[in-house]
């Protein structure tokens, strides 16, 4: 086994890799750009060595300095993680010939399919279902749209190299070919160093599967069950779960042995993943198309670990290193089920524009009362669990060991960020992802429900709020996914998770009892807080639209709460004034919600929304309704910046009439091009920033006249 490895990433993954490396008792060496001095991959590693300046194209993603690190440290293998150069066929070679091992598949696997228009002929090859398509160079944009107009709209453009969401527009016109085109060339160069495109027949209500397959250089191949992957947002993906609720046992046992041969055509090592499109509108589940294989390990890949207790990371050490698989097809089996959220830094209120900034807050949920640490399977063969000290990061083991035959849900967070640090521009914006596990797939769903509701972020916008929202999204409950869901079910953009009659009487419940005990420790001595006898009190709550007359009683161990005519509530608190999160058992059932004070009241968050409530005394509250609302100021004439990032084309020039829909400008943000368009027909009278500023949020880029 290896000594020492060099983990060519950063963040979350960099983590995941080094808890798994020191748990086999191999050494760990980070590297690092500037902006990630101080990141927690590098607190965690024993050896850490500078790459250079913050860009990736200036630090992660040069190969001669990594290999340069790998050297002066003495590391005899390097893990490159997701992105970066982890499917660059050259780095590979490189590391071959600097006698380093590279964990993961031989360059020519990688090369065969980390082309994506290579990897389709050799799939077309093989006998693999394909998407029809132009799987030749394009040369331009002309040649594009004659190439698109005789596939049919709607067409995919896909950068030849790309994957992660990025370097891939979706065009239903000939319109959207012309303005996209050029863009998804630039944003395969400047993410993965290679322009080519190709153009293939979009399937309409699709759903995204793909197939985890795990060989050694032994010729052994398996296959690992699949994961559904079809909540996506701009072709990233959101949510992930294994299994799918949509695979049946035959259809799992076709496309997994589909992924085993050509990942057998092309001599593939170590973990891979072929994607697959089915189509929705399918009822046999028989026409699922092959998309693009992963020469990686995917972000997405706790779900398959928690269901196959097996560490997939340690798998591609063991196979590296040139030890067989323990295990055959045959002995693979899934248990239970597992989702992954990815908290993304980004704004779900403002249309998901990226967030930038500092953590002023980071408080991921734990393993509640009776989780424990996933099961892992190494080289041993036989499942076994993570002791606490080897667990990943918040994932300490709590509570007493469960009783035999007893499965309760547990919770992961993988991340790669501490409180205090910041999330930059220059990379990926996500921030953790959160995993669960339970034997049924609406227990693990509702393990993300209450763990959402417990993670604590500040400092940069997120999307917490969002995936709560899709957890609680009955048609997500119901299974019925496709790649369109996000759009086909908040066309508006997202405005927060509705919120019912019977949520909202229990957060005024909350709002008032967190009232009385905020005045109890203002007017305390010794600041002593407890279960205490509370005199009959009376207030007012308004949430919103909603007006509650609130009467609160105490007794031994709780609280009636009367709210208008209805049967009181019983409420038990636990709550602290200081505390950013309150549990509260109501009426038997547990709601938990993070709270921050306001001006005369409380906002609390909880189910994908943010509520505000206004607690008054009835006097005061009499008074509210006679005060006038502040009027926001009208930004209406003027272009501002969605969100920090560059400023690299303005479309048109002052004085210029430009109609609804009009494209005005292009900014850059984390590797990802945004059009800014007019909303309304107008006349630009004055142009604030040429390309190549830096904007920040809000920056006027424009105004109209």
Known sequence: MFKKILVANRGEIACRVMRTAKRMGIATVAVYSDADARAPHVMMADESVRLGPAPAAQSYLLPERILAAAKATGADCIHPGYGFLSERESFARACADAGITFVGPPPNAIAAMGDKIESKKLAQAAGVNAVPGFLGEIADTEQAVRIATDIGYPVMMKASAGGGGKGMRLAWSEQDVREGFEATKREGLASFGDDRVFIEKFIESPRHIEIQVLGDQHGNIVYLGERECSIQRRHQKVVEEAPSPFVTPAMRKAMGEQAVALARA??????????????????????????????????????????????????????????????????????????????????????????????????????????RAAPRRGGGGAPQTIPPEEAPLHQPAAGPPPRAGEELPRTRVDDGVVEGGGVSMFYDPMIAKLITWAPTREAAIDAQVAALDRFELAGVGNNIDFLSAIMQHPRFRAGALTTGFIAEEYPEGFHGAPADEALLRKLAAIAVVADIEQTHRASSINGQLGTRLYPSTRRIVIAGDHRYDICVDGYEGGLLVNIDD?????????????????????????????????????????????????????????LTRHMLAKVPPDLSRFLLCPMPGLLTRVEVAEGQRVEAGQPLAVVEAMKMENILRAERPGTVARIAHAPGDSLAVDAVIMEFE
Do not use: C
Request: aromatic share 8%; no cysteine; charged share 20%.
């Open 266 to 371: 092309v001599g593939y090592y170590s973990a891979g993943t072929v994607e697959l499109i089915v189509s929705g509108a399918d009822t046999t589940g028989e026409s699922f198309y092959f998309l693009e294989m992963n020469t990686r390990l995917q972000v997405e890949h706790p779900v398959t670990e928690e269901i196959t207790g097996l560490d997939l990371v340690e798998q591609m050490l063991r196979v590296a290193a040139g030890e067989p698989l323990t295990f055959t097809q045959d002995e693979v089996k899934l248990t239970g089920w597992a989702i992954e959220n990815r908290v993304y830094a980004e704004d779900p209120y403002r249309g998901f524009l990226p967030s930038t900034g500092r953590l002023t807050r980071y408080n991921p949920p734990r393993h509640g009362e009776g989780d």
């Open 566 to 622: 209805a049967a009181p509530l019983d409420v038990v608190l636990h709550w602290r004034p200081s505390q950013q999160v309150v549990t509260a058992r109501i009426d038997g059932e547990e709601l938990t919600a993070r709270i921050a004070r306001t001006i005369g009241g409380w906002k609390l968050t909880t189910r994908g929304a943010t509520h505000t409530l206004r607690v008054l005394p009835p006097h005061v509250a009499a």
